[in-house]
């Protein structure tokens, strides 16, 4: 890894905003700027903003140049010295960052106008251990269905917003509860990240294989309720080109809590259990319609495979069987949501 040199600062930053760039040159000002903007110029503002070339081929490594240029002492920037992808960019930031909390941010999304000077008044005021908030789709030419949608503000949790609470089940059942396991509206102390704590390198959906080891450490968090991240829908998306080895990645990604929480005090908990497996069949569910759509682009024998494998990852990671979910979705009157998870697990219940 080369990097810049570094800033010298009169005391350690309280938070890292890190930003992983590749072959994001349309994208990446805007982004830096998002960032900058909200942090008041000179050596005590307290924030560092660490951006990580992944050799990019697009020009983007010049356009980090040109902006540490523009704004002397305000960046700092490492770069790989091949390429190695989101995780592995995100795992040296990690090791590299000196900020008590950190904030992953993609380079293709911003930040809102007043999300660090929140951050700021939730961290001086409670010391949480994680900081989770909303987000905001940003689309180039949003619709009305689109507003309709709830697209300007969307929540990623489900349960207590604006008070301090204890970590443990509570967060990550309503984490689980809305799927939104994205490391971008996450913002931890950077204690969470043990030695063994990092992203997947290599893999699709590393942030669900990851956030949820993070949190699981957390003795504390906070739900602002607001939209402090601008996620922007293109075309180039992970969800938008789906293929088989994506799918098996989303179909493992949550074996690792599982496992993690194998003989923990949390494994027992019912709310945490059901929401655990709700992901999980929603991962089921996804998979098993990538698997569907590759009939007759790739050998049976190969799908058969896939299929089989995305059933045992259900079994492994979901702390409810395929029967037991049925039952309580029948119980709680989501028959849509059981008739997909049936029909995706092909499994015949009356």
């Known amino acids: 890894m080369i990097r810049s040199p570094a800033t010298a600062t009169a005391s350690p930053p309280w938070l890292s905003v890190l930003v992983p760039v590749y072959n994001v040159r349309d994208y990446l000002v805007e982004c830096v700027q998002s960032v900058l903007s909200q942090i008041p110029d000179g050596a005590g503002a307290?924030?560092?903003?660490?951006?990580?070339?992944?050799?990019?081929?697009?020009?983007?490594?010049?356009v980090m140049d040109d902006l540490a240029a523009r704004h002397p002492g305000r960046l700092r920037l490492l770069r790989h010295e091949r390429n190695a992808g989101l995780s592995a960019a995100r795992n040296t930031m990690i090791d590299a960052a000196r900020g008590d909390y950190l904030w992953f941010l993609?380079?293709?999304?911003?930040?809102?106008?007043?999300?660090i000077a929140g951050l700021r008044d939730v961290v001086r005021q409670h010391a949480p251990d994680a900081v989770l908030c909303d987000f905001a789709v940003?689309?180039?030419?949003?619709?009305?269905?689109?507003?309709?949608?709830?697209?300007?503000?969307r929540s990623t949790f489900a349960g207590p917003h604006a008070t301090l609470r204890p970590g443990g089940a509570g967060l990550l059942a309503g984490l689980l509860a809305?799927?939104?396991?994205?490391?971008?509206?996450?913002?931890?102390?950077?204690?969470?990240?043990?030695?063994?704590?990092?992203?997947?390198?290599?893999?699709?959906?590393?942030?669900?294989?990851?956030?949820?080891?993070?949190?699981l450490r957390a003795r504390s968090y906070w739900h602002a309720p607001r939209?402090?991240?601008?996620?922007?829908?293109?075309?180039?998306?992970?969800?938008?080109?789906?293929?088989l080895p994506k799918a098996l990645d989303q179909s493992a990604a949550l074996r690792p809590l599982a496992q993690a929480l194998q003989g923990r005090p949390e494994a027992q908990d019912a709310a945490l259990r059901l929401a655990l497996a709700q992901q999980c069949a929603r991962n089921?569910?996804?998979?098993?319609?990538?698997?569907?759509?590759?009939?007759?682009?790739?050998?049976?024998?190969?799908?058969?495979?896939?299929?089989?494998?995305?059933?045992?990852?259900?079994a492994a990671a979901s702390?409810?069987?395929?029967?037991?979910?049925?039952?309580?979705?029948?119980?709680?009157?989501?028959?849509?949501r059981r008739l997909k998870f049936l029909r995706a697990h092909a499994l015949r219940l009356p």
């Open 284 to 314: 089921l569910v996804g998979a098993m319609r990538v698997v569907e759509r590759a009939a007759g682009t790739v050998p049976d024998a190969v799908l058969d495979e896939a299929a089989a494998r995305v059933r045992a990852d259900f």
């Open 227 to 243: 939209p402090w991240v601008a996620y922007r829908q293109r075309g180039g998306s992970i969800l938008a080109n789906m293929t």
């Open 138 to 153: 940003w689309r180039e030419r949003p619709r009305l269905k689109h507003r309709l949608r709830g697209e300007g503000h």
């Open 319 to 336: 702390p409810l069987d395929a029967r037991a979910l049925a039952a309580a979705y029948a119980r709680r009157g989501w028959w849509l």
């Open 106 to 115: 993609d380079s293709d999304d911003k930040l809102l106008p007043g999300a």
């Open 178 to 215: 809305t799927g939104e396991l994205h490391a971008w509206s996450k913002i931890t102390r950077r204690a969470l990240w043990a030695a063994d704590v990092r992203f997947p390198v290599g893999r699709y959906f590393e942030d669900m294989a990851t956030m949820p080891l993070a949190l």
């Open 46 to 62: 307290g924030v560092e903003v660490l951006l990580l070339d992944d050799c990019s081929t697009d020009g983007s490594a010049a």
